[in-house]
C-alpha cells in the first residue's frame, strides 16, 4: 500500500463535524464566502444545508443572484465530484444585514432559529474608501444585528465572525487576544444612525483618529461586540485574516473575483499603466491564498465544536511568520511574467517603472509618467471619436495608492501560535486536504496562476490570444526602447547645446577683454 493510501484511509475528523449539521452564512457572495461554501460542499457533502443570506443587488432578486453564483467556474469541480444538485443544498434566504432581524421574514426567521448550527458571519464592505456612515452601518451595526439575530438560535452551537488582521494597527506585534475598541460601538452605531452624511463626512478624520480608513475602524468596532457576547458565554470565535488573495491550491488556482491587492498591481503594472509606487522595497505584506484562509476557517470551527476548544476563539490566518515575498519581488517575479510568459492584451506600453522610497520623488513620476501620458492617450482616444478612458482610470489608481503607501510602508508582526497548535492536532490526511501552511508553495508558479486566471476570468482574454499578445508585448519593447532613445538623444543634445554656448559665450568674453 502507497503512503497517499495511507494517508487517505486516516479519518477525516474535520468533515465529520459538518455532516448533519445545518449552517447560516451572511457574506456568502463575497470572494472569501464563495470559496468557504464550496469547500464545506465539497468536503462534506453529507452537511445538511446551507442557508445564504442575500439581498437584492441591482435589480435581481435574492434567487437570480444565487443562479449566477453558481454558474461561476469556481464550482466545477464541486460539480464534477459530486454532480450539480449538490448545489441543491444551498437555499437562499432574502434579507441585508442593514436592516434589524437581517431583513429576514418571520417565517424564516423561525426556519432558522430552529435548525442553524453554525453561523458565518463574513458579510462586510471591503472598500477602504467607503464613507463613514456607511461602514459603520453596514460593518459595525451589521454584525450587532448578525449577533442579536444569532443568539435567538435555539440550536446555535458556534457563531464564527471573519475580522482582519489590520484593524489594531497601533499595535505593531498583534497577539490573537481582544484589543480595546477606538470608541463605544454602540455609541458609534447611534451617532451614525442620527447624524446625516454632511455632518458625518466632516468630522470623519476626527473619528477615525489614527485609523487609515473606515474599513480597518469599523472592523475594530466590531470585533468589540463579538468580544462582549463571548465574555458573556455566547459560542463564538473571531477569526483575522490578512490581505485575502487568490487561491493557490484549490478549487481554481489563480481564481478571484476581484483586482484588489496584488492581482490590481499585476494587472495594472502588466497593461503598462502604473509605472511608480511609494513603497520600501524591501519591506513585504502579509498575504493569506483564500483557500488557506477558508481552510482555516473550517478548522477553527473543528477545533471549537469538536474538541470544545474554548481557549482559542481569537486566531490569526497569517503567512509573514513562515514565509515572507518583499515588495521587490512581487515587482520582479510579475514583470517577468507579464512581459515573458503571459502578457496581457491591449497593452499600452512596456511594463516598467520602480519602488520609490521618496515621496516627492514618486509624485514627480506620477505627473511624468501617468498622469500626462493619460491626457495625451486620452486626446488622441477621443480625436478618433472614442470616449477617453484613461485618465479615470488614472484616478482610481490613485486612489488606491492612498491605501496601498499606508500598508506597504509600515510593518506588523502577527503572532499565530494558535495556528501551529492546531496543525499538532490535525491528522497528515486532514493538514493535507485543509492546508494551512505555505510550505512547498513555488511563488512564480503561483504568480502565473493569478496572471492566467486574470487574463481568463477577470480580463475575458482566453488562452489563444496569449500569442498574438506575445507579439504585441514585442513591439512596446521596441517601441519603448526607440522612445527612451530619443529622449535621452534629446537631452543629450540640450546638453551639449547648452555646453557649446557656454564655451563660445566665455570664448567671446575673452575676446572682447
Request: proline share 5%.
Amino acid at each position: 500500500m502507497s503512503s497517499d493510501d495511507d494517508i487517505d484511509n486516516l479519518p477525516d475528523r474535520i468533515s465529520d463535524t459538518f455532516i448533519g449539521r445545518t449552517v447560516f452564512m451572511t457574506g456568502g457572495s463575497g470572494f472569501l464566502g464563495r470559496v468557504l461554501m464550496e469547500k464545506i460542499l465539497r468536503k462534506c457533502p453529507q452537511v445538511k444545508t446551507i442557508y445564504l443570506l442575500l439581498r437584492m443587488k441591482k435589480g435581481k432578486s435574492s434567487h437570480q443572484r444565487i443562479h449566477e453564483l453558481f454558474n461561476s467556474p469556481l464550482f466545477d469541480l464541486l460539480k464534477q465530484t459530486h454532480g450539480a444538485d449538490i448545489i441543491k443544498k444551498v437555499i437562499v434566504i432574502p434579507g441585508d444585514v442593514m436592516l434589524p432581524n437581517l431583513g429576514i421574514s418571520e417565517e424564516d426567521s423561525k426556519l432558522l432559529h430552529e435548525n442553524v448550527e453554525i453561523f458565518y458571519h463574513c458579510a462586510a464592505t471591503i472598500r477602504f474608501d467607503e464613507p463613514l456612515k456607511s461602514a459603520v452601518l453596514l460593518n459595525t451595526r451589521g454584525t450587532r444585528y448578525a449577533l442579536e439575530f444569532a443568539k435567538k438560535i435555539k440550536t446555535l452551537e458556534y457563531f464564527l465572525y471573519v475580522s482582519t488582521a489590520y484593524c489594531h494597527l497601533n499595535e505593531k506585534v498583534l497577539h490573537e487576544e481582544a484589543y480595546p475598541p477606538p470608541a463605544d460601538p454602540h455609541k458609534i452605531i447611534r451617532a451614525m444612525e442620527i447624524l446625516d452624511n454632511d455632518l458625518v463626512e466632516l468630522i470623519s478624520k476626527k473619528v477615525l483618529g489614527t485609523f487609515p480608513n473606515t474599513y480597518a475602524y469599523t472592523k475594530c468596532l466590531s470585533e468589540h461586540l463579538v468580544v462582549e457576547q463571548i465574555r458573556a458565554g455566547f459560542p463564538a470565535s473571531i477569526a483575522r485574516p490578512s490581505v485575502v488573495i487568490p487561491v493557490w491550491l484549490e478549487p481554481l488556482p489563480g481564481w478571484t473575483d476581484n483586482i484588489n491587492g496584488p492581482t490590481g498591481l499585476l494587472i495594472g503594472a502588466g497593461k503598462g499603466v502604473i509605472r511608480t509606487m511609494y513603497c520600501n522595497n524591501e519591506g513585504y505584506a502579509d498575504y493569506l491564498p483564500v483557500d488557506i484562509a477558508v481552510n482555516g476557517l473550517i478548522i477553527g470551527t473543528w477545533n471549537y465544536v469538536d474538541n470544545k476548544d474554548r481557549t482559542r476563539n481569537i486566531f490569526h490566518l497569517t503567512s509573514s511568520q513562515e514565509w515572507q515575498v518583499s515588495w521587490q519581488e512581487v515587482i520582479d517575479i510579475g514583470k517577468s511574467i507579464v512581459t515573458n510568459e503571459l502578457p496581457l492584451n491591449g497593452v499600452v506600453w512596456y511594463p516598467g517603472g520602480s519602488m520609490k522610497k521618496n515621496k516627492l520623488l514618486h509624485q514627480i513620476c506620477v505627473i511624468l509618467f501617468h498622469m500626462i501620458p493619460a491626457y495625451v492617450l486620452d486626446f488622441f482616444i477621443f480625436c478618433s471619436g472614442n470616449k477617453p478612458v484613461l485618465c479615470r482610470v488614472q484616478d482610481k489608481i490613485n486612489k488606491g495608492f492612498e491605501v496601498f503607501e499606508y500598508y506597504a510602508n509600515n510593518q506588523w508582526e502577527f503572532r499565530n501560535e494558535h495556528v501551529h497548535y492546531i496543525r499538532k492536532v490535525m491528522n497528515k490526511r486532514e493538514r493535507r486536504d485543509y492546508k494551512i501552511d505555505g510550505e512547498d508553495m513555488d511563488i512564480r508558479e503561483y504568480f502565473k496562476s493569478c496572471v492566467m486566471a486574470a487574463r481568463n476570468y477577470i480580463l475575458k482574454e482566453p488562452p489563444e490570444t496569449i500569442p498574438a499578445a506575445r507579439r504585441h508585448m514585442k513591439v512596446m519593447y521596441c517601441l519603448d526602447i526607440l522612445v527612451k532613445t530619443l529622449f535621452f538623444g534629446w537631452l543629450i543634445w540640450l546638453v551639449v547645446g547648452f555646453l557649446n554656448n557656454a564655451v563660445n559665450y566665455m570664448f567671446d568674453l575673452n575676446t572682447t577683454a
